[in-house]
């Protein structure tokens, strides 16, 4: 009897051991997939684009076809620009409305915001990139980096939004009882003790939005326009690496393929430089939280 | 039930009843607390006493539902009055919670927050005004030399006096602490004893306590809260040892809560 139940308990064991094996092999290679696309496009960026990234695409124009060099320095400061411009409406509006939300929690209209902040952020941007060309492009003539920018910074606002308030609300409310208890006027409590406090995820979250729109293509596409030449004014036509990457890439000459290639890489280094900072504010953040 | 005490009550709650929504915590409470005395709220979990220690500051004005009836005076003037202001009552009446909770800055900034933003110190004065505090608090000695370190390096029972010290940086006239001691070490819990009986003579104090033992060495007076309700408040040697209600013997010999 007791001899059956230890051959019993001895397979089953090696039954679970087997089992315990194959799924972890199989979260591993799932591991492996999930990275791989990342790893397979670092790799063919750098075979093709690298040979075309001198120190003059930085500091060149474009050239036209045939002639050999020339860079996309309009393109990447037109970029630079777009980013900037997003910011500029991106991130007050979606950390004011974070930190209402958040203080507000439940009240009838920040559900109601937190749910169209939500349908903003699933919104395909080239819908948003027409609403933007019909109000900002059409009625002005004209298509400028002005429309661009706000086109990108209407998408970077729900997602610094939801960030904001989940940030704030990691802020423990025995902060805000001391300063409430100390005779800190609700404002001010909320301003110079719950958004100090919450300040480096914030800041991560807004990088994090800022990469996810530097790369963003479809609502440029009718507003930005893109620019063969160098531009900063704002109520002009003005360059951007996607844009600049997708015209060079459907053309039908190898040097602009190069490029298109080159340029590909650049604007993955930006954003990879902006995720590694946002990594880095974070770290610094829960590297000094105490228990 | 009222204390004989022969100067005008700093803190005197007349009728005060208090609901979350639906739920009454506290009812009909009618006490008194001296200046220059230190009064302890002891009863079980759940009995009101620290409901009833946040209604003296107005804490309770954030819970969404929250209601009273009845009224809690700070020297003469009811605090839930239309024209008290709630952020000067705040100044007026200083608050130390259980989890210590100094702000992400400085030691220096954490007691210099108040005075700074409330009367608009600056510079020498300032630096005066952070120096008595921290002295008050018995905190002085210890970190006079690092003040402009991250006040979350100090230990636990530091953390703690200087949250005390924080809030007499704002010239309190009344103290409320809110089981100040119950997660500290008895050396930290014996120092902050020490440092109420001292701060007494300055101001009046309210303690919420769970230790009946601590009530008995640092109170004036001690007050019984059961189910919400005012049992019953005495001279805390007389409450301890001749306890007229029932409740409050069972109480304070152990036999429950």
């Known amino acids: 009897m007791a001899r059956r139940q230890r051959t019993a308990l001895v397979s089953s064991l090696r039954r679970r051991k087997t089992g315990n094996v194959v799924m972890l092999a199989l979260t591993y290679i799932a591991a492996l997939l999930a990275t791989l696309p990342l790893v397979f496009i670092l790799f063919h960026l750098l075979r093709q684009g690298a040979s075309t990234l001198t120190p003059d695409f930085f500091t060149n124009m474009p050239r036209p076809v045939g002639e050999a060099g020339g860079g996309m320095s309009n393109a990447i400061v037109g970029t630079l620009i777009l980013i900037a411009i997003a910011c500029a409406i991106g991130l007050p509006v979606g950390v004011g409305a974070g930190l209402y939300l958040a203080e507000k929690r439940a009240g009838a209209l920040a559900m109601t915001v937190r749910f169209l902040s939500d349908v903003l952020n699933g919104l395909p941007s080239i819908v948003l990139g027409i609403f933007a060309w019909q109000f900002l492009v059409r009625p002005f003539g004209r298509f400028s980096a002005l429309a661009g920018g706000i086109a990108l910074g209407a998408m970077m606002i729900p997602l610094v939004t939801r960030t904001t308030e989940e940030m704030i609300r990691l802020v423990p409310n025995s902060l805000r009882e001391a300063a409430l208890a100390l005779g800190y006027p609700r404002w001010r409590t909320s301003m110079s003790v719950i958004l100090r406090t919450a300040l480096p995820g914030i800041v991560t979250g807004a990088l994090v939005a800022v990469a996810r729109i530097a790369g963003e293509t479809a609502p440029l596409l009718f507003t930005a326009f893109g620019n063969q030449f160098w531009s900063t004014s704002l109520d002009e036509p003005i360059a951007a690496l996607p844009l600049q990457i997708f015209a060079y890439a459907i053309s039908p000459y190898d040097e602009w393929h190069a490029q298109a290639w080159a340029g590909a890489l650049v604007l993955i280094v930006i954003v990879l430089i902006i995720s590694l900072a946002a990594r880095h504010v974070t770290r610094a953040r829960f590297g000094s939280a105490t228990d | ?257």
């Open chain 2, 1 to 257: 039930m009222n204390v004989a005490a022969p100067v005008t009550p700093t803190v005197e709650a007349r009728n005060f009843s208090f609901w979350y929504g639906k739920k009454q915590a506290l009812y009909d409470i009618t006490l008194t607390m001296p200046p220059r005395s230190i009064t302890a709220l002891i009863g079980p979990s759940g009995c009101g006493k620290s409901t009833f220690l946040r209604s003296i500051n107005r804490m309770n004005d954030t819970i969404p539902g929250a209601r009273h009836e009845g009224s809690i005076l700070l020297r003469e003037r009811d605090v839930y009055a239309r024209d008290m202001d709630v952020v000067h009552l705040r100044h007026r009446v200083g608050m130390v919670f259980q989890r210590w909770n100094p702000f992400p800055k400085s030691i220096y900034d954490n007691v210099a927050y108040g005075p700074r933003i409330n009367s608009g110190l600056r510079g020498r004065e300032l630096d005066e005004v952070v120096e008595r505090s921290l002295r008050r608090a018995a905190l002085w000695e210890e970190v006079k030399d690092r003040l402009r370190q991250s006040a979350l390096s100090l230990s636990g029972g530091q953390q703690q006096r200087l949250c005390i010290a924080r809030a007499l940086a704002n010239q309190p006239e009344v103290l409320l602490l809110d089981e100040p001691a119950s997660a500290l070490d008895p050396g930290s819990t014996q120092k902050i004893e020490q440092l109420l009986s001292e701060l007494k003579s300055e101001l009046a104090i309210v303690i919420v306590t769970h230790n009946l033992q601590q009530a008995g060495r640092v109170s004036d007076y001690t007050a019984f809260f059961y189910l919400g309700r005012l049992v019953e408040c005495d001279d805390t040697a007389r409450l301890f040892t001749t306890p007229r209600e029932q409740q409050t013997e069972a109480y304070i010999t152990g036999r429950f809560g």
